[in-house]
């Protein structure tokens, strides 16, 4: 790729920035994901598929679970998205989320894409 790998590996080891940043600005916390990413993942979307994990940590960090509100959530993770690809897809889910099947948020993120031919989740299979 032109500019670099965009795939998921930089959000799968992203967690514990999120832990140890739970106190920093969005600035500050976005500029240590690009850090402890960079040797991997340059692509914008990586870096921003793994900032918005470590932003979800955050705010699940600060958040009470009497007070989790998942489309408030949802809403603060696609105000915080700084690629158009990573916005369209937090805006899918929080669309697909209310309807409560996980069948709807895996089709509206786009899951059986790489499936084709499968009408669910529960049909796919895995090796």
Not at 27 to 35: D, F, G, P, Q
């Amino acid at each position: 790729f032109p500019d670099g790998s965009f795939a998921n590996g930089g959000a799968m080891k992203i967690g514990p920035v999120g832990v140890i940043c739970r106190d920093v600005d969005d600035e500050t916390l976005y500029s240590s994901v690009t850090s402890a990413i960079l040797a991997t993942h340059v692509h914008p979307e990586a870096i921003d598929g793994a900032y918005i994990i470590a932003k979800a940590v955050v705010y699940l960090l600060r958040t009470s679970v009497e007070s989790f509100d998942p489309s408030k959530f949802l809403h603060e993770l696609e105000d915080s998205c700084r690629t158009a690809e990573m916005k369209k897809r937090i805006s899918l889910l929080r669309k697909h989320i209310n309807r409560g099947t996980f069948d709807s948020v895996f089709c509206g993120l786009g899951g059986l894409k790489t499936n084709p031919g499968k009408e669910s989740y529960g049909e796919m299979s895995f090796q």
